[in-house]
């Protein structure tokens, strides 16, 4: 799961969302999503060997020179090994390429599994174990050298070397264990993993059956980079990359210039991977939402990706429908509250918090652009069933910080300055709450370009804090195994901020990460281990927000592409 700061109603029709959940479909993807349809798979992916068919998107006859983004402060990283949020994605999905991918179209048919690297999806042995794909031929990374089979190999073992929060999608792929407890020194190879670099071949062999490993292949943490590419952060020093792009220069908190991959050829890929459109990406990196707004709706920005504050909401939706795009993706936005550390090491505690914020008056700080939750699921899964454990009652609040003995005891509220995430905000909103139940509470809010890595460090200890989560990929196991698994903790880069370990939950999640497909049945066990995390309270979830695209007078948004899971896609986008 990863974080992010976009999303918004689809064109208000909530019946339209109603009608695509019917169908087992999200209203709305883990990204950008269109504004009309999105995708949920309520089984596993679908998937078409050899190719998706040429699109209007595979080709570059729409170019132009320069199209120009300005971005919040939420990219954490650039390198494919460690980015976990919307801001990072919707640069690396074109630049990074995995072995297979998903479909650059709108809609449910964006969670369509294609090929990638790969000339044609995995051959999966009939005990669902054993994973066989082969290399097109021709590939070339962005500085000329060939993609070998081996690349993916070193890609995946580096990835543990980095402690990415990726490593617990990777740890059942056999000798990935072994491989883990030998770093930092890392003796040997993941003996799971075999590739042979004169055919192309890439085998894959796993523990046990999982049901959602293609959605494991198909992420970014799985797009293979030089098989000598150091075991660090090369965000500032970007990797070779194989995608239609490749990031020239970044600059922290500045600017990403992202511009042609020389070596790319859109033609081996069968119409599944766009040549792009843009020949460059200008992405400034402001902190300012209304003057990102004020330039984009004059023409000095294409495309802007912070959201419109509150009060331009209604002026955009009346004279400017024709520069929006508004959708909803699946998110939580949440207070995560640390297990192992007092006094939300005591659930009565933690059960307070839930019962102590006000999620209708949380609403608000979204501008209304979000509707009140009490899950870890958000609504348009097939497996999400409305919880209701939690109502707004603050006597009962105290009450239980009385009987924790946790009167006047010590909380810093963590929170970032992340203003079109309105962090600020639901960050002091949490402090005040916390003041009024009898806690003794302090706020420290850090910068956005930081804050994900500082919770999650573990020396850092934090208590409590503001966290939000999107769609990686459509399947229940992308929420519950890397934020509410004990067995995925990390010491670095961890993504279960609550610390949250509970055995009966982990040897739940581990079952049904086993399931080949999810029907009614599975879908039922995942909506009760909803019910149950939430039981321990290990997060305080507020709302599911929504949000709005907004691009310059420029853009032609016939060519707008809102994926389920990387956002909107700048590689499809066209100027009048």
Known sequence: MKRGIRWSRLLRGAGVCAAIALLGASCGGGGHKAAS???????????????????????????????????????????????????????????????????????????????????????????????????????????GKPVKAGDFRATIERDFRLQSPSIGFFSNIKGAENFAASLPKGKGHI??????????????????????????????????????????????????????????????????????????????????????????????????????????????????????????????????????????????????????????????????????????????????????TENVLPPGYPQYKKLDLYPYNLAKAKQLIRQAGATAAPVTVWTSDNEPGRAPEAGAYLKRVLGSIGLKATLNTIGAATYWTTIGNEKTKAQIGFADSYQEYPHPLDWFDPLLNGNRIT??????????????????????????????????????????????APWAPFVNVEAIDTFGPDVDLGCYVQHVNYQFDFATICHK
Do not use: C
């Open 37 to 143: 349809t999105s995708g949920n798979s309520s089984s596993s992916p679908s998937t078409v060997s050899g190719g998706g068919g040429t699109t209007s998107s595979s080709s570059n006859s729409k170019s132009f020179a320069n199209f120009r983004v300005a971005e919040d402060e939420g990219i954490d990283f650039l390198d494919p090994g460690l980015s976990y949020v919307p801001q990072g994605w919707f640069v690396l999905w074109n630049s990074y390429l995995p072995l297979i991918g998903y479909r650059h179209v709108n809609g449910a048919a964006g969670a369509t599994l294609v090929p990638y690297l790969a000339q044609e999806m995995p051959k999966i042995s009939a005990d669902g174990r054993t994973y066989k794909l082969k290399l097109r031929k021709g590939l070339k990374y962005s500085d």
């Open 191 to 372: 003996t799971g993993i075999t590739t042979n670099d004169r055919t192309g071949a890439i085998t894959i062999r796993l523990v046990k059956a999982q049901g959602d490993f293609e959605y494991i292949l198909a992420s970014e943490f799985a797009a293979p980079v030089p098989a000598d590419s150091p075991a660090k952060d090369a965000s500032t020093s970007p990797l070779p990359a194989t995608g239609p792009y490749v990031i020239e220069s970044y600059k922290p908190n500045k600017q990403v210039i992202v511009v042609r991959n020389p070596h790319f050829d859109a033609g081996l890929f069968d119409g599944n991977v766009p040549a792009g459109n843009p020949d460059k990406v200008t992405i400034d990196i402001l902190d300012d939402p209304a003057l990102a707004l004020t330039k984009t709706l004059d023409g000095q920005y294409d495309y802007d990706a912070l959201q419109p504050p509150a009060d331009q909401v209604a002026t955009l939706e009346s004279k400017h429908k024709d520069q929006i795009k508004i959708y909803t993706p699946p998110n939580t936005y949440y207070y995560f509250m640390n297990t192992r550390v007092a006094p939300f090491d005591n659930l009565k505690v933690r059960q307070a918090v839930n019962y102590a914020i006000d999620r209708k008056q949380l609403v608000g700080i979204y501008g209304g652009l979000a509707t009140p």
């Open 491 to 536: 010491p670095l880069y961890n993504s279960n901020y609550a610390n949250f370990d509970d055995p009966a939950v982990n040897a739940k999640i581990e079952a049904l990460k086993k399931e080949p497909s999810l029907d009614g049945s599975i879908n039922a066990e995942w909506a009760a281990l909803d019910k149950a995390v939430m039981l321990q």
